[in-house]
């Protein structure tokens, strides 16, 4: 594991200080776990916005609705 040092703002320090308290756990899994948490909603923000991206490229959903196209026409074909 690495070793990671960082300055906090004094209130933020003492707001984590007192959680960790409170929580009984060590301030470095407390900020550990805040920071899982945080990249993964940058992640999933991430995949949101490309879906808005594509939802507007013309070219993206051709090709969606020609493969819809297809995926109904062999269910269409399986069913007979």
Known sequence: MATFTSSLPDNLLEKLSALAK?????????IENALELYLE???????????????????????????MQEYFSEINNTDS
């Open 22 to 30: 409170e929580l009984q756990l060590p301030k470095n899994r407390l």
């Open 41 to 67: 909603q940058v992640e999933k923000a991430s995949y949101i916005k490309s879906y808005k991206q594509a939802a507007t490229d013309k070219d993206i959903l051709l090709v969606a609705e020609e493969g």
